[in-house]
């Protein structure tokens, strides 16, 4: 089952994201302008700040830099929905923890299974052992899969 992540794997995750998806094409934008190394820099230092808020012991200014990072990183017209293996990620495991899936009250088997670390069967399993909730609609409560991960291991 999927706990916190490293705080490196995740610092390096986000700064990877970040200059991916907003620096690389500010960077092409303003045809190398020497200012988006600057931002590179305030980047590195912001992923530390980033890291040590979703890891840390406040759950409520966790919640928050989750949302902010999701919402920024991941944009769209649609409800966010990554693919499964997005959840295996360092900022998917946190998010898992700390949120739980920000764009749903309930998922599939398939999603709970791959936002706890285990598969669909196992998830089947759990429902029937009363460890997660079955949704009304189908699938499992999204409540209950980050209820199950916050007893699995206490946060760092």
Same mark, same amino acid.
């Given at each position: 089952m999927s706990g &916190? @992540? /490293?705080p490196d794997d995740l610092r390096r995750q986000l700064t990877e994201l970040v200059e991916r998806r907003l620096l690389d094409p500010l960077e092409i934008l303003l045809d190398g302008d020497r200012a988006v190394d600057t931002l590179r *820099?305030? #980047?590195r230092e912001r992923t530390a700040a980033w890291? =040590?808020?979703l890891l840390g @012991? /406040? =759950?409520r200014q966790a919640r928050f830099t989750a949302a902010r990072l999701v919402a920024t990183l991941y944009p769209g017209d649609t409800a966010f929905d990554p693919p499964a293996s997005w959840w295996a990620t360092p900022l998917g495991r946190v998010v898992a923890r700390r949120v739980g899936h920000p764009g749903a009250h309930h998922v599939s088997y398939a999603v709970a299974g791959a936002? &706890?670390?285990v598969t669909r069967q *196992? #998830?089947?399993d759990l429902i029937q052992r009363g460890k997660l909730d079955r949704h009304p609609d189908g699938g499992v409560r999204v409540s209950s899969v980050r209820s199950r991960l916050?007893? &699995?291991e206490a946060p760092r």
């Open positions: &916190l @992540p /490293d *820099a305030r #980047v890291t =040590a808020q @012991p /406040d =759950a936002m &706890l670390g *196992a #998830v089947h916050s007893t &699995l």
